[in-house]
């Protein structure tokens, strides 16, 4: 299968950089990002030659470049990927008959991001699926919970990476060297990702919090300040509006 790329920036570049080891691929992109391709052994081309190109055509552009885009693939018949957040699938049918719409995160570049990819039924699910899979897990949602979704798939990483970072700090502040911090928080979180693979969020709580311990007296006091529940009303408020803007 043969891809045409179309936005090498933040996303599309992340999607580059992981499918070009399964696929050939050609990009189309505007300066400056024409340059990560190439720097990326990509070759860059315009945008029908992309589209001419692809036996699947993958667009990762701005939400307002998308109508420009679109335009100039009017009557499209192979498959379509999007990527562009709240630009809605009815709007990308009007335009190309094989649409479909995905949510991921950067996280594609190791393909190892949920894809949530909208919806079955449409004309070569299975030729999507393919791809997505090459970029981490291809979930078939309806459009509204993909929309619902956004802010802890596609803003995931940089929301994670908050937690992450407040766990350092936190370290650092009690007196650990800051590399060593960052090496612990690593192979605590990745540690309990996999855990939580395996065992509920209340069992692993339970088997960590010592009756009359440091564990439970901390997890009550953030309870209390209400760190988690501020951080599950800013995103699901988010969620919530995306899923009933369209
Ligand atoms: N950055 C992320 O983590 C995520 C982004 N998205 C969505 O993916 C899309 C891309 O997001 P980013 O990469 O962050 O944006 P970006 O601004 O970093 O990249 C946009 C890319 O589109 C290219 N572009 C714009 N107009 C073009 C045209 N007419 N022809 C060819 N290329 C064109 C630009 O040159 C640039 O390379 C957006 O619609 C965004 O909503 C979705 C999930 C996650
Ligand atoms: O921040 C944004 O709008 C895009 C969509 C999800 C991640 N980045």
Redesign the pocket.
């Known amino acids: 299968m043969k891809i045409c790329l179309v936005g090498f920036g933040?996303?599309g570049s992340a999607i580059g950089k992981r499918l070009k080891r399964f696929y050939e691929m050609k990009v189309s992109t505007l300066p400056p990002t024409d340059e990560l391709a190439r720097k990326e052994g990509l070759e860059v081309v315009d945008l029908k030659t992309c589209i001419n190109f692809g036996d699947v055509v993958i667009v990762s552009v701005e939400?307002s470049a998308m109508d420009s885009v679109l335009s100039q693939m009017e009557g499209l018949e192979k498959p379509l990927i999007s990527t562009a957040?709240l630009y809605g699938l009815k709007e990308i049918r009007r335009k190309v008959k094989c649409g479909y719409r995905t949510?991921p995160?950067?996280t594609v570049e190791i393909g190892k991001s949920p894809v949530l990819v909208s919806e079955r039924g449409g004309c070569n699910d299975e030729a999507v699926e393919e791809i997505l899979s090459k970029l981490g897990k291809p979930i078939w949602v309806k459009e509204e919970v993909l929309d619902a979704a956004?802010?802890v798939?596609?803003?995931g990483p940089?929301i994670h990476s908050l937690y992450y970072n407040s766990l350092v700090e936190a370290l650092v502040y009690a007196g650990v060297d800051r590399k060593l911090a960052e090496e612990m928080v690593k192979e605590s979180v990745i540690g309990t990702m996999e855990f939580l693979k395996k065992y509920d969020p209340l069992e692993v709580r339970a088997r960590v919090e010592t009756p009359g311990g440091i564990t439970v007296k901390m997890t009550v006091e953030l309870e209390k300040e209400g760190v988690f529940g501020s951080l599950s009303k800013i995103v699901g408020e988010t969620g919530r509006e995306l899923r009933t803007r369209r």
Request: hydrophobic share 55%; charged share 10%.
């Open positions: 933040r996303l939400p957040a949510m995160s950067v956004l802010p798939v596609g803003s940089a």
